[in-house]
């Protein structure tokens, strides 16, 4: 009994040794990182704790609240995990309106969406979009539908659903590929591809030469003019949601005949009505009237039973998206902002029936706080990052990772993170601002939660990384 005692106070005082040893190897870390020119008008702010015992074992300004970026989307995900369950679906239904007479729908097709990002998307075999449309062709199809008279809409069942674009994204943003918003209908994650054809010589305007798919009633006008060979994507798309026009601005390299960058899609119930619409007719069932896209506003029709008496349409055709569990896997492995945006509204609309941004906010600030967190530790105001206005600290990060990994849940959000650096963490990046949370186990097997966020440095994000990556290599 006595040995097993002495070897218990022994291990205890390795353990204390080991983690003093690489507190001070941090300190000194951070204070070499502190002294470079890069971040001489920057700050770094880092936490690190025991896996094991959640102890903190260093903090550097680990109670500053900074911009970081997408490693933000850990509150996102670990809440949507807890209040939403990692089964959750979301449904994407068909249906239609009228009668059906001599293969005539005398009335409406209608899709009813419920915020479904992966709606559409080539991430899964399920969602793919050919998947999609050939199942809702083989739905009419059943019917023996060969006209349909009153038009595609779509539709939205939901009390509330806001505004795509959160408050808070900067206009350099919104209308490129990340900057998707969340609308109550989404398709192929909102995105598209912009085709364009640089010029023979430095300075010389660019041309669009299309759209993947095409935009529905958008209309892009080119400034964008052409920069050195290899000098890369600097070209912007300023496009804002149910905009009828934009243009794209910056350069994009010398010496290519085709150049592509992606944008969102400004209007996207609209663009997958004319998706379904250009289906049909491609498998021989007429669609008469033009595209309409229709949503449940509360300010048109206050009463659901109403609205449901006046519309409601037969389901020939419910579709189910991933769990949520699996969309998860993307939403941090890819860090895809429109997933993190959709998470937050339907938090929101399942907990209060109002699928709202604001709420969704509110929540899940609130979910962290009953499990030790201050909400004045998470100042956010969208769900994937994106805003510049977002603050949040180090020392919060690390403590959702590590209430994470009680949960029954932690292995597939484990195994939704990036690797970088030989870590498993997840990245931000943001103007000025770089990232990194996650976990590490070390060569002699001392596991680490860490959070580092670089604010308003100089110079170049990669050479910012290799430093930061210096600092965390002390866990190794």
């Excluded at 941090?26 to 008008?41: I, P, S």
């Excluded at 970026?69 to 239904?93: D, P, V």
């Excluded at 239609?96 to 991430?123: F, H, Q, V």
């Excluded at 990194?436 to 186990?441: L, P």
Aim: proline residues 3%.
């Amino acid at each position: 009994m006595k040995k097993l005692t002495i070897l218990f106070f022994i291990s205890l005082y390795v353990h204390d040794v080991t983690a003093q040893s690489v507190a001070v190897k941090l300190a000194n870390a951070v204070k070499q990182f502190e002294a470079d020119q890069q971040v001489r008008h920057g700050i770094i702010s880092l936490c690190v704790a025991d896996a094991q015992t959640g102890k903190t074992l260093y903090e550097h300004y680990s109670q500053l609240g900074l911009p970081a970026a997408s490693t933000q989307k850990l509150f996102t995900s670990g809440a949507a995990f807890e209040l939403l369950g990692a089964n959750y679906r979301y449904k994407t239904q068909l249906g239609y309106a009228g009668r059906i007479e001599n293969e005539i729908l005398k009335g409406e097709i209608y899709i009813i969406g419920s915020g479904d990002p992966t709606l559409g998307s080539w991430r899964y075999n399920s969602t793919k979009e050919e998947v999609i449309l050939d199942k809702w062709i083989s739905a009419l199809k059943k019917l023996k539908i060969k006209k349909v008279q009153g038009g595609v809409w779509s539709f939205s069942r939901t009390n509330e659903w806001s505004p795509t674009i959160p408050d808070g994204w900067i206009w350099q943003d919104i209308g490129n590929y990340y900057g998707a918003g969340c609308d109550f209908l989404n398709w192929h994650e909102n995105q598209y591809d912009l085709i364009l054809r640089p010029g023979k010589a430095v300075g010389e305007k660019a041309e669009i030469i299309g759209t993947k798919p095409k935009l529905v009633n958008a209309e892009l006008w080119c400034e964008v003019t052409t920069g050195e060979k290899n000098s890369g994507d600097n070209a912007y798309i300023y496009l804002a949601p149910y905009s009828e026009y934009g243009y794209v601005r910056g350069t994009i390299p010398m010496g290519v005949n085709e150049f592509t960058i992606s944008g969102s899609f400004p209007k996207p119930s609209l663009q997958l009505v004319s998706t379904i619409t250009e289906n049909f007719r491609s498998h021989g069932i007429a669609v008469d009237s033009n595209l309409l896209a229709f949503r449940k506003d509360s300010s048109f029709l206050q009463d659901q039973k109403v609205l449901e008496s006046l519309f409601s349409p037969n389901i020939i055709s419910v579709h189910y998206s991933p769990p949520l569990d699996s969309i998860n896997y993307w939403f941090l492995r890819k860090s895809i902002n429109l997933y993190g945006e959709a998470l937050i509204k339907t938090i929101a609309y399942e907990k209060s029936g109002l699928g709202s941004t604001e709420k969704g906010v509110e929540l899940v600030r609130s979910f962290w706080a009953e499990h030790g967190i201050d909400k004045g530790a998470v100042n956010i105001i969208d769900g994937s990052g994106l805003s510049p206005q977002n603050r949040v600290t180090t020392d919060a990060e690390v403590k959702v990772l590590q209430y994470a990994k009680t949960r029954p849940w932690f292995n597939v959000f484990y195994n939704a993170l990036p690797e970088y650096n030989g870590m498993k963490m997840k990245s931000g990046s943001i103007g000025g601002g770089r990232a990194f949370a996650g976990y590490h186990t070390a060569k002699d097997g001392k596991q680490y939660i860490f959070s580092i966020i670089v604010n308003n440095y100089d110079g170049s994000a990669g050479e910012v990384v290799k430093k930061m990556y210096k600092v965390l290599d002390v866990l190794k």
